[in-house]
C-alpha cells in the first residue's frame, strides 16, 4: 500500500501526520497517475426483456470510463494506491421511448490493509434511486458549475464519497474537502427532479446519509472511521493485540455517535458491511472483556445480525 501525494489543500497537519512513515510509503520509481479511482462497473439487465443490448453495454463502458479516467482531486495517485470500487448497476425498467433508465445501485468501495495481501470494505451503500436518461450516443462530461445531467451527477456524487472516505481512513477528518464537494452536488442535483437528491424523503438516500456524516454531532463516527482503519487494520499485522484494542476503541466511537444522533443510518451500514470482518477480528482473539464489549455495542446498534454477534463471544 502506497501513500498519496497530499497537497496543501489537505493541510500541513496531514503531511506532518504522515512524515514518520513516508519513507515506507513513497515508492520513488513509481510513476504518479492523476486518477483516483478503479472502478468496475457491471450492468445487471435479467429483469428486462427485449433487451437491446448494445444500450447497456455502452452504459458500462462509458460510465466506467467516466469514473475512471476523470481527475477528481488534485492529489496524486500511483497505480497500486488507486482506490478500487465496484459499481454494480441493476436495471429494472427502461423505458426506450424516453431513453430513461431506472435501476438499482450497489457501491463498494476496498482499501488495502497495511503489510497484508487483505482488502478491507471501506464503503457500501444500496442506492435504489440511481435513475437516469442515457443515450448511447451520449458524451459524459462533467462540469461542476452545471450539474445538468443526473448520470454524470450520480457518478460524480459517489466518486467524491469515495474518495472522502479513503481519505478519513488516511487521517483524522482528512476527506472534508472532498465530502464538501459531494455535498455540493448534492445541492446543485436537486434542481434536476430526480429522486435521491432531496432533504427530509429518506434519511437513507444520498442527502440523508451524506448529510449526517458532516454533521458535527457525529464527528465521532468520522474519527471512529480513521481509527478503525488506520490505528486498528493497519497495526493488526504487527500487532494483532494493539490493532484489537484501536478497533475496540473505535467501536466505542461508533457507539457514541449512535447515541449523538439515534435516527441515523450511518452506524447501522457500517454493521451490516464490516459484519464479517469485525466476527473474525474478535472471535477466537482477544480478551473476554473485549469481546462482551463489541458484541454489546453491535447488537445495540443491529440486532437483526445477532447470529453474527452472537460468534463474537467465541
Not at 450492468?43 to 444500450?55: D, G
Not at 429494472?92 to 478491507?120: C, G, H, Q
Request: charged fraction near 25%.
Amino acid at each position: 500500500m502506497g501513500m498519496r501525494c497530499i497537497n496543501k489543500e489537505c493541510g500541513k497537519w496531514v503531511i506532518l501526520l504522515f512524515h514518520s512513515f513516508i519513507l515506507s510509503f513513497f515508492h520513488f520509481s513509481t510513476p504518479l497517475h492523476a486518477q483516483e479511482l478503479k472502478a468496475k462497473v457491471v450492468v445487471n439487465t435479467a429483469q428486462l426483456s427485449n433487451t437491446k443490448t448494445e444500450v447497456f453495454e455502452a452504459l458500462r463502458e462509458k460510465t466506467e470510463a467516466f469514473i475512471n479516467e476523470h481527475q477528481w482531486t488534485n492529489l496524486q495517485f500511483r497505480e497500486n494506491e488507486r482506490i478500487e470500487c465496484n459499481f454494480n448497476i441493476t436495471v429494472n425498467s427502461w423505458d426506450e421511448s424516453e431513453s430513461m433508465i431506472k435501476s438499482t445501485l450497489i457501491m463498494t468501495a476496498s482499501r488495502p490493509v497495511f503489510n497484508s495481501a487483505y482488502n478491507t470494505t471501506l464503503y457500501s451503500v444500496r442506492d435504489d434511486d440511481f435513475q437516469f436518461r442515457f443515450q448511447t450516443t451520449d458524451q459524459l462530461e462533467w462540469n461542476p458549475d452545471n450539474v445538468d445531467n443526473n448520470l454524470t451527477a450520480l457518478l460524480a456524487y459517489y466518486a467524491y464519497m469515495i474518495i472522502g472516505y479513503d481519505m478519513d481512513a488516511m487521517a483524522p477528518l482528512g476527506g472534508t474537502p472532498y465530502l464538501q464537494t459531494a455535498e455540493n452536488i448534492v445541492n446543485n442535483a436537486q434542481s434536476l427532479g430526480f429522486p435521491g437528491w432531496s432533504a427530509f424523503n429518506d434519511n437513507k438516500n444520498r442527502f440523508g446519509l451524506l448529510n449526517d456524516y458532516l454533521d458535527g454531532s457525529m464527528e465521532d463516527y468520522r474519527q471512529m472511521v480513521y481509527k478503525y482503519h488506520r490505528e486498528g487494520l493497519d497495526q493488526m499485522a504487527d500487532d494483532a493485540d494493539k490493532g484489537r484494542a484501536a478497533i475496540s476503541e473505535a467501536l466505542e466511537l461508533l457507539d457514541a455517535s449512535k447515541s449523538a444522533r439515534t435516527m441515523s443510518q450511518l452506524p447501522v451500514l457500517f454493521t451490516e458491511y464490516k459484519r464479517d470482518e469485525l466476527v473474525n477480528i474478535f472471535s477466537g482473539h482477544g480478551t473476554s472483556e473485549e469481546k462482551q464489549q463489541a458484541y454489546d455495542i453491535l447488537f445495540g446498534i443491529n440486532t437483526s445480525l445477532s447470529e453474527y454477534w452472537d460468534k463474537l463471544k467465541k
